[in-house]
C-alpha cells in the first residue's frame, strides 16, 4: 500500500496559498465582467452588467496632453475601472502623467498595486522609498522604464526645462492612490494638531500654516 505524502501536499498548499498573493485582484472567472457603476449591489469589486459593447473596453483619454497649469505643475489622467467598465476583474488599468518643466507628482502610494512607468517624451528624475527608510531613485528618459514596488511611498518630477509625459500601467483595476501631505494635512476630519506637530517636530501654528496650503479653495 502506497504511503501518503504529508511534505509534498503541505508543500502544494503552501504553493497555492502564496500564488494567491501574485496578482493584486482576484483572478476572473469568467470571459468577462463589464462594470455596472450604478449598481446598488456593493462586492469587491463591481457587478457586472448585463448589456456590453466594444466601447466598454475603449478609452481615448490618454491619447492627448493633459493641461498643467496647477499648483504641482503636473496631471494624471487615469484609466482605470472607473473610466474603462470593461477591465473590471481583469486586474489591469493605466494612467497618463503630464508634467511641466519643474512639476512634480508629489510623494504618494498605491495600495492596491505595483505600477511601472514608461517615459513618452522628456525626462523626469523618479523614487521610491523602502519600509527601512532607503531611497531608490533614478533619472529616467524617453522610452526607458522604471518601476514602483506595490504600497510604497514614490514621487516623479521633471527637473529638465521642457515638458514631459509618462505612461503608467498597474496590476490592479482600481491601484487607489494616497498623497501622503494630502492624507496628514487635509484628511476629513483633520488630524489633530498635536499628532502632527509630536510627529513633524514643528509647532502647532507651522501645523496650521501647512493645512491653509492644502485647504479646498473657495
Known sequence: MATFDYGLMISMMMAIFLASFVSADPDLLQDVCVADLTSRVKINGFACKSNISADDFFFAGLAKPALTNNTFGATVTLATVQQIKGVNTLGVSMARVDYAPGGINPPHTHPRATEIVFVLEGE?????????????????????IFTFPRGLIHFQINNGKVPAAALAAFN????????????????????DDGVLSKAFQIGTQEVETIKSKFAPKK
Open 124 to 144: 523626469l528624475d523618479v523614487g521610491f522609498i523602502t519600509t527601512e527608510n532607503k531611497l531608490f531613485s533614478k533619472n529616467i528618459k524617453k522610452g526607458e
Open 172 to 191: 490592479s483595476q482600481l491601484p487607489g492612490t494616497q498623497r501622503v501631505a494630502n492624507a496628514l494635512f487635509a484628511s476629513s476630519p483633520m488630524v
